[in-house]
């Protein structure tokens, strides 16, 4: 592996995690917009992180803003998409109206990420009918979007070229392994740097990152 991955913190809720995942290196960070979820943001707290990011740091350090929904109403994914300013939306793909299709508030690829929940081994034609430039392929539990801390064999997705972030189960100690084994474009954390559900470490959040980006210069 020669280029270095990029590392989504996902479930930030604090600005202390969000400087954290800054200085270290963050390519992406999450906002969780789900109501079941232990990481949900309100709207305004999601307000306050988006602000600091678009007043306090640089351009050329900012981490791309996704926002994450799942079985969420329109109506209230459409008044957060029209009132904050965001890079991506991301979706489960079995929460989409059919395959491969999304709610027609997010038809442009570009700025849309759908999450696949490997249950076996995929590939590229197996995941053909996902329309999104960018992946993630996470574990798969019936009861939750995401966000579990469970893992699947990562041998489910050695088939897989095309650009994913690998998810489920990763933590400091094992990313560097699960990227050197898969390959993947670059890894999507939440559970993995918390100390309890929804609380972020932030000791956690460096040695991630750090060990992410490191994996890099180690080979595969």
């Given at each position: 592996m020669s280029q270095t991955p990029k590392v989504k913190i996902c479930g930030l809720r604090q600005v202390d995690d969000l400087k954290v995942s800054i200085e270290e290196g963050a390519d992406l960070i999450g906002l969780n917009f789900v109501s079941t979820s232990p990481r949900l943001v309100s709207?305004?707290?999601a307000e306050i992180l988006v602000t600091y990011l678009y007043t306090s740091v640089p351009s050329f350090l900012r981490p791309k803003i996704v926002f994450l929904f799942y079985k969420s109403a329109g109506s209230y994914?459409?008044?957060?998409l029209k009132?904050?300013?965001?890079?991506?939306?991301q979706y489960v793909s079995d929460d989409c109206?059919?395959?491969g299709y999304t709610s027609p508030l997010y038809q442009d690829r570009d700025s849309r990420i759908l999450s696949y929940r490997v249950r076996g081994p995929v590939s590229d034609d197996s995941l053909?009918?996902?329309d999104s430039n960018l992946l993630i392929l996470d574990s798969y539990n019936p009861s939750a979007g995401g966000g579990t801390g469970e893992s699947f064999p990562w041998e489910h997705v050695s088939e897989v070229k095309r650009p994913y972030l690998l998810a489920g189960g990763l933590t400091p100690e094992n990313v560097s392994k699960a990227l050197q084994q898969t390959g993947a474009y670059g890894v999507d954390v939440a559970s993995g740097v918390e100390s309890s559900p929804g609380i972020k470490d932030p000791n956690l959040i460096r040695k991630f990152i750090q060990n992410a980006k490191r994996s890099a210069?180690?080979?595969k």
């Amino acid at each position: 592996m020669s280029q270095t991955p990029k590392v989504k913190i996902c479930g930030l809720r604090q600005v202390d995690d969000l400087k954290v995942s800054i200085e270290e290196g963050a390519d992406l960070i999450g906002l969780n917009f789900v109501s079941t979820s232990p990481r949900l943001v309100s709207p305004k707290e999601a307000e306050i992180l988006v602000t600091y990011l678009y007043t306090s740091v640089p351009s050329f350090l900012r981490p791309k803003i996704v926002f994450l929904f799942y079985k969420s109403a329109g109506s209230y994914i459409e008044s957060i998409l029209k009132n904050l300013e965001y890079d991506y939306v991301q979706y489960v793909s079995d929460d989409c109206l059919s395959p491969g299709y999304t709610s027609p508030l997010y038809q442009d690829r570009d700025s849309r990420i759908l999450s696949y929940r490997v249950r076996g081994p995929v590939s590229d034609d197996s995941l053909s009918f996902l329309d999104s430039n960018l992946l993630i392929l996470d574990s798969y539990n019936p009861s939750a979007g995401g966000g579990t801390g469970e893992s699947f064999p990562w041998e489910h997705v050695s088939e897989v070229k095309r650009p994913y972030l690998l998810a489920g189960g990763l933590t400091p100690e094992n990313v560097s392994k699960a990227l050197q084994q898969t390959g993947a474009y670059g890894v999507d954390v939440a559970s993995g740097v918390e100390s309890s559900p929804g609380i972020k470490d932030p000791n956690l959040i460096r040695k991630f990152i750090q060990n992410a980006k490191r994996s890099a210069n180690n080979g595969k």
